[in-house]
């Protein structure tokens, strides 16, 4: 069975004009103008109009907590898993999924069954291993082991540093675990990434830098995230790019955290494209299924709200709106840049012989539809 997307204007990310987009099983066949197909009739063939919308990579969210997150205020503040529907719903058809600061009532058995899961309601899921905490926990007792021998682990992380819940590991400690990560990657044929935490003590992007005098290890060995935490951690954020790194921003956020200085994903991609990074070194990341509490003045919850994954696409959105960022450069941030740096080949781009993961959206870009390995999810937008 053949599907042909037809006439839309398609980015892959890089803007290709007006194609249609032939689609077989869970494969992409072809992305050119004028796909005829009439040979392929007698196999059956389902054309979808897509004349006016938009067509691009399904996105690519490297930091999801799926089998839920929070509980830094107590029981009561435990978030609940992630929903297969509020992938697809958000456009996200490739994801990781990791542990936090909580890695005693969650632990990684439950996060790989939980990918497995995904994986089954028709999501591409990956899983770190570890979680804020040095020395990492893991399956086999080794980082190394738990990337070689158990297939949906590509990395480790997200270990905290720069922050009052991190393990406050020396710079040793976190250069045997990038070395173990590397290592596991290298046999594997694995990304091997060393996913980070960045909190917002003055120590900021040090130890990173430190390690990668130590070791000789690239910079392109930590993928660190929410460096758009406040200014001085975006300003550390983009001395880390200077060096080689990619930097990865959080799309959610929230009232109280907007007001304790977060910049929006948007804004940051565009400061740092504005001091000079490329585009290819910046990345968003939901951090879905995070808590976002609301603390009052005297130290006590007033509410919780869950980090969402649909705030990828609206930071496209904002990007483009508000920032005038050029369509196929932040599209890149949550397809194709990410892919690259989780070192997933068949993902991020439309391309023959990559994955049928891709959205429909319309000119707005609002999501109509997600494709994700080849089955079709229409949302009425
Ligand atoms: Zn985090």
């Known amino acids: 069975m053949f599907t042909v997307i ?51 990579p399904g996105l690519v969210d490297s930091l999801v907590h799926i089998t839920g997150g929070g509980g830094e205020g107590g029981f009561m503040t435990r978030t609940p898993e992630l929903e297969p529907a509020a992938a697809l719903q958000a456009g996200v058809t490739t994801m990781v999924g990791c542990l936090g600061t909580d890695a005693i009532t969650r632990t990684l058995p439950e996060l790989i069954a939980k990918a497995y899961f995904l994986r089954e309601h028709g999501l591409s899921c990956y899983c770190y291993t570890g979680s804020y905490e040095i020395p990492a926990r893991t399956v086999t007792q080794s980082v190394e082991d738990d990337i070689v021998l158990i297939e949906p682990v590509i990395g480790v992380g997200e270990v905290a540093i720069a922050d009052h819940r991190s393990s406050q590991p020396t710079v040793q400690e976190l250069a045997r675990l990038a070395s173990q990560a590397r290592r596991g990657g290298l046999l594997a044929g694995k990304a091997g990434v060393v996913s980070v935490h960045v909190g917002d003590n003055v120590d900021r992007l040090d130890l990173l830098h430190g390690v990668c005098r130590l070791t000789g290890l690239p910079h392109t060995q930590f993928y660190p995230t929410h460096i758009n935490r406040t200014a001085e951690v975006l300003d550390a954020g983009i001395k880390f790019a200077e060096c080689g790194g990619t930097i990865d921003f959080t799309a959610s956020t929230s009232p109280e955290l907007l007001a304790a200085g977060d910049i929006p994903a948007a804004k940051a991609a565009w400061l740092a494209l504005k001091a000079g ?54 599209l890149a941030m949550v397809t194709a840049n990410p892919a690259r740096e989780l070192r997933l080949a068949h993902k991020g781009q439309l391309k023959p012989g990559n994955d049928a993961d891709l959205l429909i959206l319309d000119a707005q870009m609002n999501l109509c539809t997600t494709i994700a390995m080849g089955q079709i999810h229409d949302f009425n937008t």
Do not use: W, Y
């Open 6 to 56: 037809q006439s839309a204007e398609v980015f892959a990310p890089q803007p290709l004009g007006c194609c249609d987009v032939l689609l077989s099983g869970d494969k992409i066949v072809a992305v050119q103008p004028d796909i005829d197909i009439a040979g392929l009739q007698p196999f059956g063939v389902q054309v979808v109009d897509a004349k006016g919308k938009r067509v691009v």
């Open 277 to 330: 990074i490329a585009f290819t070194q910046i990345t968003f990341s939901s951090d879905g299924q995070a808590s976002l509490p609301a603390f009052n003045e005297s130290g006590e919850l007033e509410h919780l709200a869950v980090a969402r994954m649909d705030s990828l696409l609206e930071s496209v959105r904002v990007g483009i709106n508000e920032h005038e960022l050029e369509v196929s450069q932040v």
